[in-house]
T-cell receptor
Framework: DADVTQTPRNRITKTGKRIMLECSQT?????MYWYRQDPGLGLRLIYY???????NKGEISDGYSVSRQAQAKFSLSLESAIPNQTALYFC???????????FGQGTRLTVV | DQQVKQNSPSLSVQEGRISILNCDYT??????FLWYKKYPAEGPTFLIS?????DKNEDGRFTVFLNKSAKHLSLHIVPSQPGDSAVYFC?????????FGTGTRLTIIP
């Protein structure tokens, strides 16, 4: 089993719909992150959480929200999806920012 | 404002030769640098890192060099192997934030 599991792997949704991307990890790490990858822009941080009671905005949090349901679970929601949120989304965990981060396999989201 | 830049979107290298991937940064406060490798349909995986107090770190075929005065980071892979074909991201951190570059697609030619 993968250390970091993202569901779904692929999703097509319509503009205006609410969608949730889920992430679970078995690493036992406190820190979890959501990134999006766009061609030519690399990976950009959306939200991050250092423990269950801690949620922080990243550089591109507008239009997104997150929930840290447990140490092992961190979900990302798009309340009203728009086409420019079409991207590849990655969840990651680490025990510290400056150490190795473990990434999930990604969720390819298409908003039509 | 792109604080971490990888100016070469792609690079092709013959098998057995040295691959050199470059990364430039603008924020002098960055104190830790990392390289990640990404295969298609997979998440990035950690490759190697270096602290700002060092200028070189080596791990097998992979060596990372840091030139703080030039704000430049490079990854050397020698010898290059077909399995090294992937997208490589450099990343830099200050405090709790990690900033990624845009990636370089490395293709190893057999």
């Amino acid at each position: 089993d993968a250390d970091v599991t993202q569901t779904p792997r692929n999703r097509i949704t319509k503009t205006g719909k609410r969608i949730m991307l889920e992430c679970s990890q078995t690493k036992g790490h406190d820190r979890m992150y959501w990134y999006r990858q766009d061609p030519g822009l690399g990976l950009r941080l959306i939200y991050y959480s250092f423990d269950v009671k801690d949620i922080n905005k990243g550089e591109i949090s507008d239009g997104y929200s997150v929930s840290r349901q447990a140490q092992a679970k961190f979900s990302l929601s798009l309340e009203s999806a728009i086409p420019n949120q079409t991207a590849l989304y990655f969840c990651a965990t680490s025990d510290h920012m400056n150490t190795e981060a473990f990434f999930g396999q990604g969720t390819r989201l298409t908003v039509v | 404002d792109q604080q971490v830049k990888q100016n070469s979107p792609s690079l092709s290298v013959q098998e057995g030769r040295i691959s050199i991937l470059n990364c430039d940064y603008t924020n002098s406060m960055f104190d830790y640098f990392l390289w990640y490798k990404k295969y298609p349909a997979e998440g990035p995986t950690f490759l190697i890192s270096i602290s700002s107090i060092k200028d070189k770190n080596e791990d097998g075929r992979f060596t990372v060099f840091l030139n703080k005065s030039a704000k430049h980071l490079s990854l050397h892979i020698v010898p290059s192997q077909p399995g090294d074909s992937a997208v490589y991201f450099c990343a830099a951190s200050v405090g709790e934030k990690l900033t990624f570059g845009t990636g370089t697609r490395l293709t190893i030619i057999p």
